[in-house]
Structure formats: structure tokens, C-alpha cells
């Protein structure tokens, strides 16, 4: 029927392009939608906005507790370091998870790309890939956490080298960043599954490959920003 | 792509409609029975906040008459009164209420984009609501920190629930954040992918957009409670310092240093102002149409009004600090939010006029809902006014912590949109039972409610202005420069205020006996134009438009048109010929 | 039509109301005139609206309410009357917001010869602080606070030797000198307000806010706390007695000086003992009390208490009321020890005494006392009544319970703590009448008695 409607008055079809401020306006505001996206797809962008501000509201209070404690803050880089054969290299750990990371990001693209081609398999193991490298990351995680707490006796509520603020910010954020990461693997593992048993394909979209890419390039972009805040400042 | 969409939603109907009783009304997908439930929970909570104001009440006006409450009973009290109010009930019901209600009715869809989801943001509020209820049972009862939560006071002890009152507390509002969040998430997803054809943004009637504005606004406000809730927590239970700096809590050294308690006001009130926001837009949305319709008019000067709504929530973002100009932050600040809060008075002010120059030349039908409309502009003008004194910045400091703002807030968001939650419902009862309520009960409830309750308010500000302060247990005759006759019109305000409480009983009665014994209200009593009122049975059936879905041809506001045989025209009526022009409206397509 | 009719009432009477309340602003005290000035101009300008706009609505109801054959007029927008009222409200806002700035601008630049005066916020009292000769104040710091530094004092800073230290809530200030507030907290928020200052600061844990002003006028103003601080915020209480310069600097050096507090000897128990001898006729050689003479027991009671009291006999704050008989039988005793001195060694040989465990005399529902005591009381006199210096609170658990039966009766009657200058009286006596009644009172003391051991 909606052919039908269309008929009667196509100009509802697409808003005309009118130029300018007004334009846009008329863009946004045409019928039905606002946007050219799916309903998941549109709906996961307002959410990773909605999840901005949260990770905002975290590291500006990690600023400002940063600024407000009374104690010297501990030197990140001496902190991060890894003993490598006797020799103290700094911020090695972190090096090496942010580049699992960011090549998570990669084969998530890659994913994508061979999901719109319909490419069951290759998407599959992709996604695979993808979820690995996050577990390895969360993993490097895990194993920086205990260093911390037992090698260097780390605590939320304070730590041998300073600042309380500065255990109990890293565990917070750092630790949110983590549950993130563990989601999108899960999320990552049941789309797989379903690319495999070739769910999308009847459903004739693949478009779900691509919203968990959105929000797994959204997670790497997050960590990006944790790590200048806590390793580089 | 997006066609495929709106055409798979038109076969939807045929598919998954429910059979069971569990799934149609319990465990249900409807956002028709969704929004039930979720108004239910919340009225039912709205009622224990009403008693809780009771006993409030009944201290402040009668201190040594009735002994019932001690000083922690009175402060635990405030805190859950305020914070139900506006959080469990208000937001509640505006949002997962009516929102839930009204964004797919008026915008043409079958029902929200993710109904499952939507169905467990109402559950998992639920929980909240329970998680909430049980801080009333916990050692030491609920947290009396105030609503507003400050720490360090909120986690020492010497305030009541310092441990598991206020634990629960930020639990339930995080549960809170993830309900709203899901249902957020489809409210706004909903009004920008799936409105029928024809239905523009520049086309929804102001309910959608005021609900739409104020669930963005959600959305983009709660991340910084839900981060302050956890950092809050985890200096209760795990004893970091983000908020405590060192501290002697009644003569003991504490192990906390170097936090920041300013920090949590900033995180709090950033949410904390767009929060009264999101209860007040979709009231301000809300009331547009209600006076529209009943005034058989056009809501005047839309274009305008889409826009303060849209400005009243950007601005509603950088006020915050207006909460704050005495809390001990640099007074630097002051100036620039006592500018910008005051600028948020020129885009509410537009909507005031616009909504009295509805009535202006209108004809004006005096229904029980128009009343409540009309009631909210009164008491809203009235409270917002004096929102301005506490804006600006100087004439802020005698009056903060004072009953001038209590007066203040109780009027502008505790009676206006109060009022127009009572409108509206009397206004969709019929469209939701197929039943009317009764008008004679709903004039009489209007009327005790509307100026039983500017009794309570009005005489609050003149105490608040001599300097009583508020969040107090009781007024010791040893302070000097109270009156004897302050605590004389304390009483009376206590007075006021049981009459209105009980007043709300001919509501709840109505509700109840409406449902059977109700006139039979038709597809669309109030002859309006919106597409809620033109679905093919009443109450709507799953999936709502039946086989097809609307089509609308004109914006929502089409009342008495110049040659028009009605004196209104259902949006989704076809277009005639011979129409005037004019941008949007009128009969054009 | 009635609708109108009430809106039309309601703006007439809101108006009246306004005119004709007794309540209005309490009469200044201080330089921030200017404040009042910008709320007038504020309620001129949203007055104005509030009548117009609404007495419009009113005429718009009536005008254009429903009759046979009215059609609404169909005028979606006019630009220019949309306009118009958008730049007429501006300028309303402006009209406002100017005069509102300007005032602020004032009280963000602190005047250079603005003497300085620190306020010590905790929970629930006030304590000040004034630099000495040298006009700064000495280095303070949190983590340095005890029962015996309740200022918190940084022994090894030099400047603070001189600092004079308040321990009372009553604070004296020399009229028509511009003063600058240094506000501290010990635990959480306060807020230091005095209404007819009309500035005000809340007090931060962690930092240092200000504010300032120039009274104007002598008188003694209540000091309300207005930042929400826990159970016993509303009784959290002080007094600004403004007087002239002279008044004043008499006042001030009757305060002692933080050097010479520190330079005080610790009492001494032999001293005591002799001092002491008079008391035992009443309360026993022990101090083990005696309630044939309502003399109670003394031993075993925190000396920071016993000081405070032998000090309000002495001065006429305790025992004022012509009702408290035994209070007043207790005056010439406690005017027989000649000063501090002699108050501190009695204190400290009492200390000295065994702390033996009174037989109860008090009976009722210790189930029920529990409850009233665990929500209440405990909040000020710790969880197991052991007292708690920092309220100010004495120490429940072992002492005579019928005597604390009778005080609690007399805060109750505002025979005890009626006093304008028994501060911590006043804020138990508010709490007393928390209790609902004798029994109430029985239940409590029964179930305190089941703390001791
Ligand atoms: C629905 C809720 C709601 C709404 C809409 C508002 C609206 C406003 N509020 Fe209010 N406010 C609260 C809820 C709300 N407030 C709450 C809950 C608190 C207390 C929290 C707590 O401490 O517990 C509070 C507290 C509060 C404070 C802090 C006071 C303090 O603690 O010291 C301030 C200060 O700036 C303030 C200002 C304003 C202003 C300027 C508006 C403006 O938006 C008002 C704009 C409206 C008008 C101005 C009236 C209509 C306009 C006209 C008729 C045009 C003509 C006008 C002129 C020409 C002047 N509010
Ligand atoms: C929507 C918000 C809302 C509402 C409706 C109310 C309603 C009332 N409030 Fe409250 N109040 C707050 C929000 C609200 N309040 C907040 C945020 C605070 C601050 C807490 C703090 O300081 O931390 C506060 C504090 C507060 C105080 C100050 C306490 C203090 O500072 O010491 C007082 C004192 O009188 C008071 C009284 C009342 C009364 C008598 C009512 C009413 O009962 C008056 C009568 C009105 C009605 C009965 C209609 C209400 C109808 C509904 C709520 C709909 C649901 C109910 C039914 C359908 C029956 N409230
Ligand atoms: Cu101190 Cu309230
Ligand atoms: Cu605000």
C-alpha cells in the first residue's frame, strides 16, 4: 500500500534538496525517517552517544580528582613499566594491547566489508578473529591488573606511590573500558554464529555485522583516549 | 532500505499478534499495555511519596502535637519524597507513559522500533521501583541524605541509611538509568525512523516532540548520574576517595583523602537541571495539544515552538551550575551561569505566550482537561517566574536553602506538570478504555487539586524570603527571627495540603469506576485531529493501524480551517482541493 | 467564566498577599543592601508579567470561551508579534540580569582592609578562629584534629602561636568593619547563614571558601545551618553578636590564644583531691553519686564534659531557670573552684576514681529503648553511649540513671538548655522532646543501662 501512498503524493517520497540551512532541516525533518539507516543502526549510534558522555563523565572526574588529591601523583611511566630481561621498558604492556586492539578494529572493518559481500565464511572467521584479539586484550588486562595489585600492591583505596585517586581511577575506568571489551566479544561471538548458520541471509540483511562494528570501533576509540589519559599524562 | 522497513511493518500486524493472556498483558510487547504498566508502577509509588509529604507535613505543621516522625524518619523521608517524585514517578510516567503511549500513535508506527527491549525497560524499572522499596527495609533504614545525595555526608554516619539505605539507593538508580536507557533508546529511535509517510518532523504533534526532546535529553543527562552513582558507591563499599577528602567523622580520623565533594555536586547537577527539563518539556508538549484541541485552534506559532523546545534543551545543559553559586565553587562561575540561566527564560517565555495565544480568538471549550491546561499555565508562570530570582545569581544567595525554593520547584514541577499528567489522562482515558471519566468528579478534582495546591506553594516563597530554611525538622521558638506566626501558617499549609492529598482519592475513584460505568467515548471524542484518534478501533488493537498504515497529509493542528466542512481535519484525512496556501499547514499535502 | 473568575482572584489575591504578609524580609544587618535592591527590581519586573499575563489569559477565557456558532480564528503564525514579545522579554531579562551582575561583581573582589575571621563547621556546632596581631592565620590541617587540637592546629607554623580560638558557637563581630569569612568543615557540607547578613557559603570539607560583608548595625543574629548535614542539621546553631569596636576587642581578648592554650599544665589529681573533698559530701568519696542527695556520678565521665559544666555553673548558664532546684543547689560548688586550674585538676583527679557500674533504678521497655536510641540518640552519644567529644555529647552508658531521667524531663520542660548561651543544652533539649513521653524517656534510659558493663 505504501507504493500506493507514494503515488498519491510523491513528494513526501524524498524531501526536495533545498539548499542551505533550511535544506538541512528539510532533510532531517522528511517523512518516516530522519536518517538512511536501518532502525539497529541508528539506534546503536544514539547509544555510543549516550555512552560518550558516560566515558566523559569518567575521565573528566578522573581529571578533576587528579588535580583536587592532596598526595603526588605516581610516575604512569615508571608504574607501566615491564621488565624485559633485567631491562625496564616503559609502557611495553600497554604498547602491545593497544596495537591488539587497534588490529582488532581492523579485521572488524574487513568483517564488514566481506558481510555486505555476503561472504558467509570469510565474515565468520573475521568476526572470530575480531572477538579473539579482544579476549587477548581483556586478558592483557587481567594480567596487568595483578601486577599491579600484587607486584606493586595497588589498592582502590590506595597504593604505595601516592595519590589513593590514582589506584582507584584506574581500576574504575580501566575496569569499565573491560566490561565493555567483554561484551563485544560475546556480541561479537553470537553474530558470528549467527552469520554462520546463515540467520542474516534469510533475514536479507547483514546490516547486524555492521552495527557490532560500530560499536566495537567505538570501544577501540575509547581505549585510545584512556591511554593518553593514564599512560601518556 | 527504509521503505522496506515501513512496508515489513505493514504485514507485522498479521504477524506475531499474542493469544495468550500472559503475553498479551503481563508479559506483553504492546507499547499500548507497556505504557500501562509503567504508568501503574509509577502512580502506585507517586501515592507513597504523597504520604510521605503527609507526614512531612504533619511535623511541620503540628511539631509537638503528633510525635510521629523523629528527625532521621523526616530526613529519610524528604529523600525518598523527592527523589520518587521526580525520578520514579515523573519521569516514569512522562516518558514511559505517555511516551510509551503516545510516540507510536502519533507518529503513525505500529509500535516502538524494538518492542522486546522496550518490554524489559519496564521490568527492569520495576526492579528499580523494588530494589528502591527495599531501602525501606534495610538496616537503618532508607538514606535521609536529600535527594540530592551529597557526600561525604551521604556515606558518614550521623545521617540516617549512611550504609545501606544509600547503597540501595544509587542501585536503584543505576537500575533506573539501564531501564530508561532501553526504553530511551526506542522512544527516540522511534521518532526519528519510524513515523508513517507524510508524518515530517516539522509535521508530530508538540506531545512527540516535548517527549522526544526530553528522552534525548535522558539520554545525554543520566551517563553523569549513573558515573557519580558508582563512584559513590565504591567509596562507600570499597572506601576510595573520589569524592571524600580527609574527614573526622564525629571525632574519628577517617581513612579518606584528597577527594573532591564539589566534583559530585557538578556530576549531580549537570544531570540534575536537564532532569527537571525532562520532566517539564513533554509537559510543555503535552499541554500545547491539549489546549489546541480544546480551544478548536491551531497551536499558535509551531515553527516556534519545536524550536524553544529544541533550545530549551540544549541550553538546559550549560545551567547547571545555577544550583551552585553558594556551594563554595569559584564565584567566577556565577556570571556565566546566571547569564545563560536567565537566557532559558526568553524560549520558555515564547512557549507561554504561544500557548495563551491559543486561547486568544480560539473557541474555547472548558472540558476537565482544558482546566488542568489552563491550571498549568497559571502555576507554571508563577513558578517560573520565581525561578528567576533563583537564577539570578545575587539575589540567589539569601534565598538558597531557603522555602523560596522549595516553593519554587514544588510550583514549577511539582503542581504544573502534575496538572497536566491529570489533563492528560483525562484527556487519552477514552482512547485507552473506550470509556469517558467522569467530568463532574474530574471538574471537582481539578479544583481542589489546582487551588488547594497554590494554597500549599504560594505562602512557602514568603517564608523562604524572611530566611526558613528548608530541610529542617522542626523550628526551635529559639530562633530569634521566626515569627510565632510563621509556625500558625505552617499549619495552615498543612491543612491545604491534606485536602489536596485527598482530593486525589475522587481521582483514583474515577479511574477505577470509569472503567465500567464510564460513557462510552467513541473513536475520538474530543473531535481531534491527531492520528491517535483516528485508528480504526478504540481501544487500539496490537499493531494499531490495522492492514494499513496512515498516511498524513498535513500537520496536526488543522482546527477549524477556513472552508473546511469540520472544524477539524484528521491529519491523515486526503488533501482537497481550493487549499489555501500556506507553508506547512493548512490543507496543502 | 469561572475559571476566569478564580485566575482573576487568585492574581488579585496572590498580589495582596504579597503586600500584606507579616512575612517579608528580616531587617538587614550588613552592607548587601544592594541584594534587596536587585530582588525588588526583579519582583517589579516578573510582578508586572505575572499580572498581565495572567489577567490576559483571564480576558482571553472569558472572551473567547465556547458559544453556539464561534469559530476560532485559523492564524498559524505572526512572525511579528512572535518577535516583538521574544525582544520584550529580553529586555525584561536584561533589565534584570544587569543590576544582578554588577552586585555579584562586588562580592567576587573581597575589599583589601577586610579584617579575617575563620569559621570551623562540624557536625552539629560552629567553633571560630582569628588571627592574632599578625593578622594570618596559622597552618591547620584535617589529619591533625583530636580531642585535644579540636582546630586541627599545626604545632610547628609559628604564625598560628597568636591565632585566637573560639570554641563556643557565639561569635562576636566589630560593627561597620568589612570582614572576610574563611569557612573550613571538619566532616561534610554546612553552610554558615546568617538571614539578616543575607550572604551566605556553604563550608567544604577539603577547602577553603569565603565570602564577606561589613555589618551594619549591633545585635545578636542567629547563625542557621543551611546545607542538609545529617540528623541533627536542623539544630545545628550559632549566634553573630555584633557590637561596637571596643566591646568587641574586650571580648576578643578574653579568648585564649592557641599559644597559651598549649602552654596550660595538664590538671593534677593530688591538687584535685583537696579541691575536690567539698564535692564528696553529695556525690561520694568515689564520685560514685548519690541519689538521696540527687548528687550523680561523676566518676567515669568524659573530663571535656565535667570542664564545660563546672564552667556554665559557675557563669550563671546552667541552673538559671527558677525551677532547675538541684541545678541551682550545685552554683555556690562549682563558684568555690577559683579558676581553670582548679577545674582542670578536679577533673583530672576524678578521672582518677574507679568507674564502679550504678545499679539501675529506671525501668521499661529496653526493646523499645533500643529502637528510639538506635535511630536518635546514638547519632551524638555514639553507639554504645560511650559519648562523643566532637558532638559535644556526654558520655550515657554507666552513669545515674535517674539523674539523666531528670535532666531529660527538664530539656523537655526547657528547664535545662533555655539558657541563650547553653548552645549544646538547646540542641539536646530539642532532641529531648523527640520523645514521645515519660515512658519513652524510661525505655531509653533502661535499655542505656544495658550498655554499660
Ligand atoms: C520542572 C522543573 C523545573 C523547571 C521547569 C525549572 C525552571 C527554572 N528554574 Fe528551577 N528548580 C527545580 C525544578 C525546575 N526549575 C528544582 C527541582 C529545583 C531544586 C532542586 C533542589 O535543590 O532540591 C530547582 C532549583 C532552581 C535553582 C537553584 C536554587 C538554589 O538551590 O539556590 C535555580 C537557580 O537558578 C532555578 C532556576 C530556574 C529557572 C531560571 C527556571 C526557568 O526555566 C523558568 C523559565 C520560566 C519563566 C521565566 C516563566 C514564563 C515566562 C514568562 C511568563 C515570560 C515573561 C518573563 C519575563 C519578561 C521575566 N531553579
Ligand atoms: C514532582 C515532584 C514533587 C511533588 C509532586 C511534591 C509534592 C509535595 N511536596 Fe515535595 N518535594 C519534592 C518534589 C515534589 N513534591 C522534592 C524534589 C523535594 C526536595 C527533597 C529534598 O529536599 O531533598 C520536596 C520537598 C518537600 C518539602 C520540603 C521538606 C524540607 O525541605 O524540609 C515539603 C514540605 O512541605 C514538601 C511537601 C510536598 C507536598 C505537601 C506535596 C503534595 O503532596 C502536595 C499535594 C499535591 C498532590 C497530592 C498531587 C500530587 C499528585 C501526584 C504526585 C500524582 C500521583 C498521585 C496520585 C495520582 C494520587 N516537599
Ligand atoms: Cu550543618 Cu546542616
Ligand atoms: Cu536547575
Known amino acids: ?233 | 532500505m527504509s521503505f522496506i522497513a515501513i512496508a515489513d511493518r505493514d504485514q507485522e500486524h498479521v504477524l506475531h499478534e499474542p493469544q495468550s493472556f500472559i503475553r498479551k498483558y503481563v508479559w506483553s510487547q504492546d507499547h499500548k499495555v507497556i505504557a500501562i504498566q509503567y504508568a501503574a508502577v509509577a502512580i502506585s509509588i507517586g501515592v507513597l511519596a504523597v504520604v510521605m509529604s503527609m507526614m512531612m507535613r504533619l511535623q511541620l505543621g503540628f511539631p509537638d502535637t503528633f510525635s510521629l516522625i523523629e528527625p532521621e524518619r523526616y530526613y529519610q523521608f524528604i529523600t525518598m519524597h523527592g527523589m520518587i517524585m521526580v525520578i520514579y514517578l515523573l519521569t516514569a510516567l512522562f516518558l514511559g507513559g505517555f511516551g510509551n503511549l503516545l510516540i507510536p500513535l502519533m507518529c503513525g508506527a505500529r509500535d516502538m522500533v524494538f518492542p522486546y527491549m522496550n518490554m524489559l525497560s519496564f521490568w527492569v524499572y520495576l526492579l528499580a521501583v523494588l530494589v528502591l522499596l527495599a531501602g525501606l527495609f534495610a538496616p537503618g533504614g532508607p538514606t535521609g541524605a536529600g535527594w540530592t545525595l551529597y557526600p561525604p555526608q551521604s556515606v558518614l554516619p550521623g545521617t540516617p541509611g549512611a550504609t545501606w539505605g544509600v547503597i540501595l539507593m544509587l542501585v536503584s538508580l543505576a537500575i533506573f538509568i539501564v531501564a530508561f536507557t532501553m526504553g530511551g533508546l526506542n522512544y527516540v529511535t522511534t521518532v526519528l525512523q519510524a513515523r508513517c509517510s507524510g508524518m515530517t518532523l516539522m509535521r508530530m504533534p508538540l506531545s512527540v516532540w516535548g517527549i522526544f526532546t526530553a528522552s534525548v535529553l535522558g539520554l545525554l543527562a543520566f551517563p553523569a548520574l549513573f558515573v557519580s552513582a558508582i563512584m559513590m558507591l565504591l567509596d562507600n563499599v570499597v572506601g576510595t576517595s573520589f569524592f571524600m577528602p580527609a574527614i573526622v567523622s564525629l571525632g574519628e580520623q577517617t581513612n579518606y583523602s584528597g577527594g573532591s565533594p564539589l566534583l559530585f555536586q557538578h556530576l549531580f547537577w549537570f544531570f540534575g537541571h536537564p532532569e527537571v527539563y525532562i520532566v517539564a518539556l513533554p509537559a510543555f508538549g503535552v499541554v500545547s495539544d491539549l489546549l489546541s484541541t480544546h480551544a478548536r485552534k491551531n497551536i499558535f506559532g509551531y515553527r516556534m515552538m519545536v524550536w524553544a523546545i529544541l533550545a530549551i534543551g540544549c541550553l538546559s545543559f550549560v545551567v547547571w551550575a545555577h544550583h551552585m553559586y553558594i556551594s563554595g565553587m569559584n564565584p567566577y562561575f556565577g556570571f556565566f551561569f546566571a547569564t545563560t540561566t536567565l537566557i532559558i527564560a526568553v524560549p520558555t517565555a515564547i512557549k507561554v505566550y504561544n500557548w495563551i495565544l491559543t486561547i486568544w480568538r480560539g473557541d474555547v471549550h472548558l472540558t476537565t482537561p482544558m482546566l488542568f491546561a489552563i491550571g498549568f499555565i497559571f502555576t507554571f508562570i508563577n513558578g517560573g517566574l520565581t525561578g528567576l530570582f533563583l537564577g539570578n545569581v545575587t539575589v540567589d544567595v539569601p534565598l538558597s536553602g531557603t522555602y523560596f525554593v522549595v516553593a519554587h520547584f514544588h510550583m514549577v514541577m511539582g503542581v504544573s506538570p502534575v496538572l497536566v499528567v491529570f489533563g492528560a489522562i483525562y484527556h487519552w482515558y477514552p482512547k485507552v478504555t473506550g470509556r469517558m471519566l467522569n467530568e463532574t468528579l474530574g471538574k471537582a478534582h481539578f479544583w481542589i487539586t489546582f487551588l488547594g495546591a497554590y494554597a500549599i506553594f504560594l505562602p512557602m516563597h514568603y517564608l523562604g524570603i524572611m530566611g526558613v530554611p528548608r530541610r529542617y525538622y522542626a523550628y526551635p521558638e529559639s530562633i530569634d527571627f521566626i515569627p510565632a506566626s510563621a509556625a500558625e501558617l505552617n499549619q495552615w499549609i498543612s491543612v491545604a495540603a491534606m485536602i489536596v492529598a485527598a482530593a486525589q482519592l475522587l481521582f483514583l475513584f474515577n479511574v477505577f469506576w470509569s472503567l465500567r460505568h464510564g460513557a462510552p467515548s467513541g473513536p475520538n471524542p474530543w473531535r481531534a485531529t491527531t492520528l491517535e484518534w483516528q485508528t480504526p478501533d478504540t481501544p487500539p488493537k496490537h499493531g494499531n493501524w490495522g492492514k494499513q498504515l496512515p498516511v498524513v497529509h498535513r500537520w496536526a493542528y488543522d482546527y477549524n480551517v477556513p472552508g473546511a466542512a469540520e472544524d477539524f481535519i484528521p491529519q491523515n484525512a486526503p488533501p482537497m482541493e481550493d487549499a489555501p496556501k500556506g507553508r506547512d499547514h493548512g490543507v496543502k499535502a | 467564566m469561572v475559571l476566569a473568575g478564580a485566575l482573576v482572584l487568585l492574581v488579585i489575591g496572590t498580589v495582596l498577599f504579597h503586600f500584606l504578609s507579616p512575612w517579608w524580609l528580616t531587617p538587614i544587618a550588613s552592607n548587601w543592601d544592594t541584594i534587596d535592591e536587585t530582588m525588588h527590581v526583579t519582583f517589579w519586573v516578573t510582578g508586572v508579567v505575572f499580572v498581565s499575563v495572567n489577567l490576559f489569559l483571564a480576558y482571553a477565557i472569558v472572551r473567547y470561551r465556547h458559544r453556539k456558532g464561534l469559530k476560532a480564528h485559523y492564524e498559524p503564525e505572526n512572525r511579528k508579534l512572535e518577535w516583538g514579545l521574544t525582544i520584550a522579554t529580553s529586555v525584561g531579562i536584561a533589565a534584570m540580569l544587569a543590576p544582578g551582575l554588577a552586585v555579584w561583581a562586588r562580592f567576587v573582589t573581597v575589599p583589601e582592609d577586610a579584617s579575617l575571621v575563620e569559621v570551623l563547621g562540624q557536625q552539629w556546632s560552629w567553633s571560630y578562629r582569628f588571627p592574632g596581631a599578625d593578622g594570618r592565620l596559622g597552618k591547620s590541617d584535617t589529619r591533625l584534629i583530636s580531642v585535644d587540637n579540636p582546630f586541627g592546629m599545626s604545632p610547628d607554623d609559628p604564625v598560628g602561636e597568636d591565632d585566637v580560638l573560639v570554641s563556643s558557637p557565639e561569635l562576636h563581630l566589630p560593627v561597620g568593619k568589612p570582614v572576610k569569612f574563611e569557612l573550613r568543615s571538619k566532616d561534610v557540607n554546612h553552610q554558615f547563614a546568617v538571614p539578616q547578613f543575607r550572604m551566605k557559603m556553604d563550608l567544604v570539607p577539603g577547602m577553603v571558601t569565603y565570602f564577606w560583608l561589613t555589618p551594619t548595625r549591633t545585635g545578636e543574629f542567629d547563625a542557621l545551618c543551611e546545607q542538609l548535614c545529617g540528623t541533627a542539621h536542623f539544630a545545628m546553631r550559632g549566634r553573630v553578636v555584633v557590637q561596637e569596636e571596643d566591646e568587641f576587642k574586650t571580648w576578643l581578648a578574653g579568648q585564649p590564644t592557641y599559644g597559651a592554650a598549649r602552654a596550660e599544665i595538664a590538671g593534677d589529681p593530688a591538687a584535685g583531691r583537696t579541691s575536690f573533698a567539698p564535692c564528696t559530701n553529695c556525690h561520694g568519696a568515689q564520685a560514685e553519686g548519690d541519689r538521696e542527695l540527687n548528687a550523680p556520678k561523676l566518676s567515669g565521665q568524659a573530663a571535656w564534659y565535667l570542664a564545660r559544666q563546672l564552667n556554665d555553673f559557675r557563669n550563671g548558664v546552667r541552673g538559671a531557670h527558677q525551677d532547675d532546684v538541684y541545678g541551682k543547689q550545685m552554683i555556690p560548688f562549682a563558684s568555690m573552684l577559683a579558676d581553670q586550674a582548679n577545674i582542670r585538676n578536679v577533673v583530672a583527679y576524678i578521672a582518677t576514681l574507679p568507674d564502679e557500674r550504678p545499679e539501675s533504678t529506671v525501668f521499661g521497655d529496653p526493646a523499645r529503648g533500643r529502637r528510639i536510641y538506635e535511630t536518635t540518640c546514638s547519632t551524638c552519644h555514639g553507639g554504645s553511649a560511650q559519648g562523643v567529644w566532637s558532638t559535644h555529647a556526654p558520655r550515657l552508658a554507666n552513669m545515674s540513671d535517674w539523674y539523666m531521667q531528670r535532666q531529660l524531663e527538664n530539656f523537655r520542660a526547657g528547664i535545662r538548655g533555655s539558657h541563650r548561651q547553653d548552645y549544646y543544652g538547646a540542641q539536646m533539649s530539642s532532641i529531648a522532646r523527640t520523645l514521645a513521653d515519660e515512658r519513652a524517656a524510661a525505655d531509653v534510659l533502661d535499655y542505656i543501662h544495658t550498655l554499660g558493663q
Open chain 1, 1 to 233: 500500500m505504501n507504493q500506493s501512498a507514494l503515488a498519491e503524493n510523491p513528494s513526501l517520497a524524498a524531501p526536495g534538496a533545498t539548499p542551505g540551512l533550511r535544506g538541512v532541516v528539510a532533510d532531517w525533518s522528511a517523512d518516516k525517517q530522519a536518517f538512511a539507516a536501518p532502525w539497529g543502526k541508528a539506534m546503536m549510534w544514539i547509544f555510543l552517544l549516550s555512552d560518550t558522555f558516560v566515558f566523559t563523565c569518567f575521565l573528566t572526574s578522573y581529571m578533576n580528582v587528579r588535580i583536587s588529591t592532596t598526595e603526588p601523583w605516581p610516575n604512569a611511566s615508571e608504574v607501566f613499566a615491564l621488565a624485559v630481561g633485567g631491562a625496564h621498558i616503559p609502557l611495553l604492556l600497554i604498547a602491545i594491547m593497544t596495537f591488539v586492539l587497534i588490529t582488532s578494529s581492523g579485521t572488524m572493518a574487513m568483517a564488514v566489508n566481506f558481510g555486505y559481500r555476503r561472504d558467509r565464511k570469510r565474515t565468520a572467521r573475521l568476526l572470530f578473529a575480531t572477538a579473539a584479539l579482544g579476549l587477548t586484550f581483556v586478558g592483557m588486562q587481567a594480567f596487568e591488573w595483578t601486577k599491579l595489585i600484587v607486584e606493586e600492591g595497588v589498592r582502590p583505596w590506595g597504593n604505595p606511590m601516592g595519590a589513593a585517586q590514582f589506584g582507584s581511577t584506574f581500576f574504575m575506568i580501566t575496569g569499565f573500558h573491560g566490561l565493555h571489551v567483554s561484551a563485544g566479544v560475546v556480541y561479537l561471538i553470537v553474530v558470528a554464529m549467527r552469520v554462520l548458520s546463515g540467520f542474516y541471509d534469510r533475514k536479507g540483511a547483514y546490516e547486524t555485522v555492521e552495527v557490532a562494528g560500530l560499536y566495537w570501533h567505538f570501544v577501540d576509540l575509547v581505549w585510545v583516549f584512556i591511554f593518553a589519559f593514564f599512560y601518556l599524562w
